[in-house]
């Protein structure tokens, strides 16, 4: 089954970019997938966008609201649950080096998004792929747009663009997991 939505209004990013995200469905059985309650396409869609808006506004208040109140505090964690597992951002750059961050535990995190917003990073949701996990949680493939004055504009294949995973609670809204980076092959298949 494949489904498109337009995307909602987003910040603007300083380099031309398409100005519709995509989101696609990823089912078994065409047109018989039922999505866990509150995450349907259009639905992680405007979910996506909401937390996108906070990010990119330093919101440090909402962004608390898209991640559940604990964490599990250790890489490889039952991501299927209702705990916080990680966040991680990987940047490959043209001369071969790598700048790595990843967290297991919320208050990295917080500190994490403060830095990034420092740096006047911003992204934009180009287009993501969900999939059903179980009955309340759904993966993502994300394609986004990511710029910030540390990041050089050339990051990326194609170039601004980050690729990663997700999953989502769909029950309480929250983001479990997202792993993204760019400059490296195309967006992975979330996996349990």
Request: some cysteine; charged content about 20%.
């Amino acid at each position: 089954m494949q489904e498109s939505v337009s995307a909602l209004p987003e910040a603007p990013v300083p380099r031309p970019q398409p100005s519709v995200s995509s989101v696609t469905a990823s089912a078994a059985t065409p047109s018989t997938t039922a999505y866990p309650i509150g995450c349907t396409p259009a639905e992680v869609e405007a979910f996506l966008s909401r937390f996108l808006i906070a990010f990119n506004q330093g919101d440090a208040a909402a962004l608390h609201t898209f991640f559940p109140a604990e964490a599990t505090g250790q890489a490889g964690g039952d991501y299927s649950g209702e705990k916080f597992v990680w966040y991680s951002m990987t940047d490959n750059r043209s001369d071969g080096s790598k700048r790595h961050f990843v967290t297991y535990d919320l208050p990295t995190l917080w500190a994490y998004f403060e830095e990034r917003h420092a740096h006047q990073e911003r992204l934009r949701l180009a287009s993501v792929q969900v999939s059903q996990q179980d009955s309340f949680t759904a993966n993502m493939s994300l394609n986004l747009y990511r710029t910030a004055d540390d990041v050089p504009p050339d990051a990326g294949r194609p170039p601004g663009q980050a690729t990663g995973k997700a999953v989502v609670n769909c029950r309480h809204r929250t983001i479990l997991v997202m792993s993204l980076g760019q400059g490296r092959d195309p967006t992975p298949t979330p996996t349990r």
